[in-house]
């Protein structure tokens, strides 16, 4: 018998060992994953393939949102955008700044006007007060010189210069009051221009319209945007839908509210509970008016799925758009939905 020096021997128990043990290492690694993938592909496959019961219809489609844009009103410089692409922010919330030194100044040129404006009000009561005042000496001096007129002690001329200085302080109160309402005027005109300007100012703060996540960035701080350049792009996350097509034959039996089913190709694992919000009065894919029956049956009308609105805040995180998918709608209320459609969620 050959006997091996020692080391030799170790080495081959340890080849010998490990040639029994890696094919069963490798079956433990990768049996679970293969086993879950083969049981994914085998349920999109009877999703896709033409196995659906009797009136359930599907359609592809695609994740998507209501887009807002944050636009500019007025053109000036961005000073500041305090929100990144990605960011979840609430309305009302302060996303960005244009400065406009213009508009400052014209604001505080236009606060100056109504101090002026008020300032000459003051001066036309003032001139009101002093002009009655000389209408209650003319007055006086009017009847005490009709006296002395008809006792002979005052001569007609004299007597009609102080009536012609009576009419004088009226029509000057007249005037001073004509004075005083075009200083009103004049308070009332400034004091609208000063709003007009604060509210240009305040438009130069961009403020979310509604909660939602921040899809695009298109202007950077520091760069000058005209009226109606867009800033930023939301998405309202609380309105998340799949738009999918559908023959005339299938959706002229939708109505409004019917439950629907949506799946996506990234966690084909999950069902989606969704509603029918809309279904198009026009067709998509071909001409409006189509007279014969067999052209009728190739129209495609568009359908939008509304995912169910407490699904979307309790995944708010996890809510994207662009995301591919199916969707499957009821033609018939009264068929059940089979067991691969049923709610599946995290």
């Not at 004299?158 to 007249?174: G, H």
């Not at 001409?287 to 979307?312: G, W, Y």
């Not at 662009?322 to 009264?334: E, I, K, N």
């Amino acid at each position: 018998m050959v006997r091996l020096p020692a080391a030799t021997a170790l080495a081959v128990a340890l080849l010998t060992f490990g040639s029994v043990l890696a094919p069963v290492s490798r079956d433990v690694s990768i049996t679970a994953p293969a086993q879950a993938q083969s049981k994914i592909q085998a349920f999109l496959q009877r999703l896709r393939s033409g196995s659906l019961p009797s009136g359930i219809a599907k359609s592809n489609g695609r994740i998507e949102a209501t887009q807002i844009d944050i636009s500019a009103k007025y053109a000036g410089r961005l000073s500041q955008v305090l929100v990144n692409e990605g960011d979840d922010v609430t309305a009302g919330q302060v996303v960005a700044r244009i400065s406009s030194p213009e508009y400052e100044a014209q604001l505080r040129g236009a606060q100056s006007q109504v101090l002026k404006a008020k300032h000459g009000l003051a001066e036309a009561n003032a001139l009101i007060v002093q002009r009655k005042s000389e209408i209650t000496l003319s007055q006086a001096e009017l009847e005490r010189g009709q006296q002395l007129v008809d006792k002979g002690y005052l001569t007609r001329q004299t007597f009609d210069q102080r009536v012609a200085k009576a009419d004088t302080a009226k029509a000057a109160l007249v005037a001073a009051e004509a004075q005083r309402d075009q200083a009103q005027f004049a308070i009332k005109s400034a004091e609208a221009e000063v709003d007009r300007i604060e509210a240009v100012l305040v438009d130069m703060t961009l403020v979310a319209p509604r909660s939602g996540r921040v899809q695009y960035q298109l202007a950077r701080a520091g760069e000058v945007v005209g009226a109606g350049a867009r800033i930023l792009t939301l998405l309202d996350l609380s309105d998340v839908y799949m738009t999918i097509y559908l023959p005339a034959a299938q959706a002229g039996l939708l109505a409004l509210g019917d439950e629907a089913r949506i799946t996506v190709d990234p966690l084909p694992q999950y069902v989606i509970p969704a509603n029918v919000g809309f279904v198009a009065a026009d067709a998509q894919f071909t001409p409006k008016s189509v007279e014969t029956a067999a052209e009728r049956e190739k129209l495609m009308f568009r359908v939008k799925l509304q995912i169910d609105p407490r699904v979307l805040k309790k995944y708010h995180r996890q809510a994207k758009t662009g995301v591919r998918g199916m969707g499957f709608v009821r033609t018939s209320p009264s068929i059940q939905w089979p067991e691969d459609l049923t709610v599946k969620l995290p």
